[in-house]
């Protein structure tokens, strides 16, 4: 094998819930790698989990666990998807394994010795108790934590410094020099305006928190997350372990990312490297982001559209060509059921499933299941066909080489619409009825060698699907995208029926709104991120302006008092409240609600519109205790 095909997915921070923006990268690069395989490349395909980080350290001792043990549990949830939605990787990547670390090691080394890395000073606002550092932008006009609303103060510390300001200019260089480096060509100029505006040196190590890759020789220092992540895509092909692996897959011919980190990919990660001077990844693809329903991707809705429980109601291969046909590959997208259903009904069970009963049905109705022979010689009408089918599959393989996943898909539906209509016009059943055998088995050939065509080309994106087709008309996958009759007089099996329309509508409910049968199951460990505490209600008044919001001042036995903001002022006056013990998920990432920085929640009936019914704990519950 000659060329190599490099593409990776970002590495998936693992206190996250796999959702359908986590499915959609990994779908596309999947798509892309399984594509490049069949065209006979030595393709690497990685993906892993981002494992490091305060946040994680958090989570695990809010949850009894070491940070490596919620990694892990966490790692499974990730892998199982993969294998639900037939994601075809070569390799899998954590980053709290030893190849990683070496790697990591290497590239810290190199660059502290020549200069690159200096140790000095970072000043930022702290948050004393949850012993962050944030920026300007982070704590707002106000200087409070955004993670506990408490006020910041100003603080410095011991940091090690990467020079990322030296290489502004080399790569702005290089971005001018690879126009195909940052894509879509809209990103490159937003990338190119920040670069101009000059880099500051990047600050790669905290002192604060333990959870991560120990600075070599400093262990102090843990290094920045980012730039612990971001080596990954080297450490996973052996930099700084296996030198001969390393050799033949870099550089990564692509690193398919979200738009949110498009940053990191394309001004981060490409001084690292040269100022390592390891050649750049040829391409970073930023795609856009996904709603569902208009909405943002909320905890709650996340569940409802569960990428795992989508699979299980529409199968994976309907998903799959969803999320690659909806929107083009860099724009951003919305999902809904609507969307989706009206893609199977019409794409798949309607126009691909129409071709595909057709032909299998008159094949065995005609020739007893033997696809009939090469014709000896063919119409204008068959070279017209042929000659459409050579134009849609060289669009096609242009659009895949440029990731332009929906546009091919789009040449393929061309294709199958010519076919359909091609049996439209010569109308098999009458040639049948009228004898004419030689043209009947012109056109059925013609058919089966079209249809075979489109499963290779629809293969990427539905392996089983198309494997499926390709079994059925008795040829096996093997990419050849070239018409050649090859699937004549081959022995055809039952075409089984691989997409059925989809009749009523499914509704996404976010949580709580649904009937109960409809609530998304959630396993035990997600459970147990819950961090649910009895606390005691010391303060309440009504927030100003608001009918629906009380301010409350509870005690969870952590020696001071959290603020939390709820909608109960409905149901409940601030003197039925004094006093009362109640339960507060504790662990909820603050949000602000009439500019009041909430630090939490209370649980609460919700028994009519806007009507909510607490449950009190008895006064013997002490703030704080544990509620499972
Ligand atoms: O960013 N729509 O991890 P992550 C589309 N660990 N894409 C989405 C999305 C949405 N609604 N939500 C997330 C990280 N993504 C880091 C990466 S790489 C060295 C480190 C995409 O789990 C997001 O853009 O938050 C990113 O590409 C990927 O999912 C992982 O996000």
């Known amino acids: 094998m000659s060329q190599t095909y490099y593409v990776t997915t970002p590495i998936y921070y693992v206190n996250d819930v796999p959702h359908i923006g986590h499915a959609y990268t990994t779908v596309a690069c999947d798509v892309a790698a399984r594509y490049h395989r069949l065209a006979g490349k030595d393709v690497m395909f990685l993906t892993g989990t981002d494992e490091h980080g305060m946040k994680i350290e958090r989570a695990a001792t809010a949850n009894g666990q070491t940070p490596i043990e919620l990694a892990s549990r966490v ?148 290094l920045y997350v980012w730039f612990d992540a971001l080596s990954n895509y080297m450490t996973a092909i052996g930099y700084g372990t296996d030198e001969e692996k390393f050799q033949r897959y870099w550089p990564a011919s692509v690193h398919v990312v979200g738009k949110d980190i498009l940053r990191f990919h394309t001004v981060y990660w490409p001084t690292f490297l040269m100022a390592a001077g390891i050649e750049l990844p040829r391409q970073v693809f ?3 982001w996904w709603t569902v329903e208009g909405k943002k991707m909320s905890k709650s809705l996340m569940n409802a559209v569960d990428p795992a429980t989508l699979v299980e109601q529409f199968g994976v291969d309907a998903i799959r060509y969803f999320l690659m046909r909806e929107v083009p590959f860099g724009l951003d997208g919305d999902f809904s059921m609507q969307a989706l259903v009206g893609r199977i009904n019409s794409d798949l069970a309607n126009d691909l499933g129409n071709l595909l009963n057709r032909i299998s049905g008159m094949i065995f109705r005609y020739f007893d299941g033997t696809i009939p022979p090469a014709p000896a010689s063919s119409t204008q009408r068959e070279a017209q066909l042929i000659s459409a089918t050579a134009e849609r599959i060289s669009g096609y ?73 390709l079994q059925a008309l008795g040829c096996e996958l093997e990419g ?101 013990n109640v339960s507060v998920i504790a662990n909820l990432k603050p949000a602000k609600l009439m500019g009041i920085e909430s630090e939490g929640m209370i649980l609460a009936a919700k028994t009519a519109k806007n009507r909510f019914e607490v449950p009190f704990l008895s006064e013997q519950v002490k703030p704080g205790t544990d509620i499972r």
């Not at 020099?177 to 060509?185: D, K, L, N, T, V």
């Open 286 to 288: 930023a795609h856009g």
């Open 397 to 469: 393989r242009s659009d895949m080489e440029h990731m332009a996943f929906n546009r091919a898909l789009m040449k393929v539906w061309e294709l199958i619409s010519s076919y359909n209509k091609y049996i439209v016009e010569t109308e098999p059943w009458t040639l049948h009825k009228a004898g004419k055998t030689e043209e009947l088995q012109t056109v059925l050939a013609t058919v089966a060698e079209g249809m075979r065509i489109i499963a290779n080309a629809t293969w990427p994106f539905m392996p089983g699907s198309s494997e499926r087709i």
């Open 75 to 222: 790692v499974k949830r990730f892998q199982e998807l993969w294998q639900v939605m037939d994601i075809s990787h070569d390799d899998f990547i954590r980053t709290t394994e030893d190849r990683h670390k070496a790697g990591v090691h290497k590239l810290f080394c190199q660059l502290k010795d020549q200069g690159d890395i200096y140790l000095g000073e970072y000043e930022g606002w702290y948050c004393t108790p949850c012993e962050s550092f944030w920026t300007e932008t982070q704590v707002g006009e106000s200087c409070l934590c955004p993670d506990c609303g408490r006020p910041v103060e100003k603080l410095k510390e011991q940091s090690y410094f990467f020079r990322m300001s030296k290489y502004a200019q080399p790569l702005l260089e290089h971005i001018r020099q690879h126009p195909e480096f940052i894509q879509p060509e809209s990103r490159r100029n937003e990338i190119v305006r920040f670069v101009e505006s000059g880099l500051r040196d990047l600050s790669i190590s905290r002192t604060t928190f333990d959870w991560g890759i120990k600075v070599p020789d400093d262990s102090d220092h843990v």
């Open 480 to 580: 050849n995208l070239e018409f050649d009759y090859s699937a004549s007089s081959r022995t055809m099996q039952q075409m089984p029926v691989l997409f059925s329309r989809v009749e009523d509508i499914p509704v996404i409910a976010e949580e709580g709104e649904g009937e109960e049968e409809s609530t998304p199951r959630i396993d035990f460990d997600t459970f147990l991120q819950v961090s649910i505490k009895a606390g005691r209600i010391v303060g309440c008044q009504k927030v100003p302006k608001s009918s629906k919001l009380l301010k409350l001042e509870v005690d969870l036995g952590e020696g001071r008092l959290r603020t939390i903001v709820s909608g109960i002022a409905q149901s409940y006056s601030p003197e039925d409240l004094l006093d009362k």
